[in-house]
């Protein structure tokens, strides 16, 4: 399984972006998929998860009101809304296909894409 985040770039505060995770390989179609971020200096920290079926989502209270996850299974692709974007939302996006229960802890990820960055001006 690969997994091939993009859609980062630089962006004014207030403005949008569209981060997409393409998938190859195995389908994604039966896992959760997962979005985290990692600003310089700081831990990878939780951002937004789905479930393989779309019915759950969770976000960071961080996000919630600005960002949306949503998922394509016929194009096996995940993407992350983004929206009102602040100088705190930058950082390096990852995607990662989940295999466990707490959709919160990098630890329930076992595949993760290259990351795509994200720099927000203020």
């Known amino acids: 399984v690969q997994l091939q985040a993009s859609g980062g770039g630089l962006v004014q505060a207030g403005g949008s972006l569209r981060l997409s995770c393409a998938g190859s390989?195995?389908?994604?179609?039966?896992?959760?998929m997962g979005w985290f971020r990692q600003a310089p200096g700081k831990e990878r920290e939780f951002v937004a998860a789905i479930s393989w079926s779309r019915g759950s989502t969770s976000y960071a209270d961080s996000v919630k009101g600005r960002f949306t996850i949503s998922r394509d299974n016929a194009k096996n692709t995940g993407y992350l809304q983004m929206n009102n974007l602040k100088a705190e939302d930058t950082a390096v996006y990852y995607c990662?296909?989940?295999?466990?229960?707490?959709?919160?802890?990098?630890?329930?990820?076992?595949?993760w894409g290259q990351g795509t960055q994200v720099t927000v001006s203020s």
């Open positions: 390989g195995r389908p994604l179609r039966s896992y959760a």
């Open positions: 990662a296909r989940g295999n466990g229960d707490s959709w919160h802890l990098s630890i329930s990820y076992d595949y």
